[in-house]
C-alpha cells in the first residue's frame, strides 16, 4: 500500500470524482487515500502468468479475469481497491466497465511493503465481499502460496503450497501449476543481483 495522501478524509462518491482525473492509482480505505506504488518485474510477471492461465481456462464462460487496471469496490468496508489480479462471473459486473463488486477471486502477490495490508486490512476487506469464495497470496521470495478458501461454514481456512507445488483454485475450476505460475521468474537472489 502507498503513503497515505494529505487531504481530509473524503467520501467514497467525492473519492470517485476526484481520482478519475489522477494520472496514478489510488486505492480508497474508509475515507483515506493511499497512491498506489509500481511493481518490479517479478510481481508483474507472476501476476500476468495468473491472469493468462485464468483468462485461458475461463474462455467461454461468464467470468471473467481482470489485472490491476480495474476497481473493486467493497461496499461493506466502505473500499475500492485494485487486487492484483481477480475473476468475477457476475452479469452486473460484466455490464459495468470500471468497477467490479461480485469478485469471487482474489490474487494479491506480495512485496515488503504492501505484505503486512495484504494479510491483514485487506483481506479483512475482501472478507466481507459475499461473492468471493478464495484469497490467493503470493511470496515472490519464497514462492509459496497461502490459498484462502471460504467453506460452506463460512469459516476461511488456509490452503498453502510450496514452489513446487500447484495451487487448486477451486473456485474457478484451475489447478494452476507451480511451471505456469513462476514461469519466467528469477529466484530471489539472481532477481535481486545477489
Not at 473519492?15 to 482525473?21: R, T
Not at 486505492?27 to 518485474?41: P, R, Y
Amino acid at each position: 500500500m502507498g503513503q497515505a495522501l494529505a487531504r481530509s478524509v473524503m467520501t467514497a462518491e467525492e473519492f470517485l470524482a476526484w481520482d478519475e482525473h489522477e494520472a496514478v492509482r489510488h486505492e480508497f480505505v474508509c475515507g483515506e487515500v493511499f497512491a498506489m506504488a509500481g511493481a518490479e518485474d517479478r510481481h508483474a510477471t507472476v501476476s500476468l502468468n495468473v491472469a493468462m492461465a485464468l483468462r485461458n481456462h475461463l474462455r467461454g464462460s461468464p467470468c471473467r479475469t481482470y489485472l490491476a487496471e480495474v476497481k473493486l469496490r467493497v461496499e461493506a468496508a466502505d473500499c475500492y481497491v485494485y487486487p492484483d489480479v481477480m475473476v468475477t462471473c457476475s452479469a452486473a459486473d460484466a455490464a459495468q466497465p470500471l468497477i467490479k463488486r461480485e469478485a469471487v477471486l482474489v490474487v494479491e502477490v506480495l512485496s515488503p511493503s504492501t505484505a503486512a495490508y495484504d494479510r491483514g486490512t485487506k483481506f479483512a476487506a475482501y472478507r466481507q465481499l459475499a461473492s468471493l469464495a478464495e484469497y490467493l497470496l503470493i511470496d515472490l521470495d519464497s514462492q509459496r502460496c497461502d490459498l484462502y478458501r471460504k467453506g460452506g461454514d463460512g469459516l476461511w481456512v488456509l490452503h498453502p503450497s510450496e514452489a513446487d507445488q500447484p495451487v487448486v483454485l477451486a473456485s474457478v475450476g484451475l489447478t494452476l501449476s507451480a511451471q505456469a505460475l513462476w514461469a519466467e521468474v528469477e529466484p530471489a537472489g539472481r532477481a535481486q543481483g545477489g
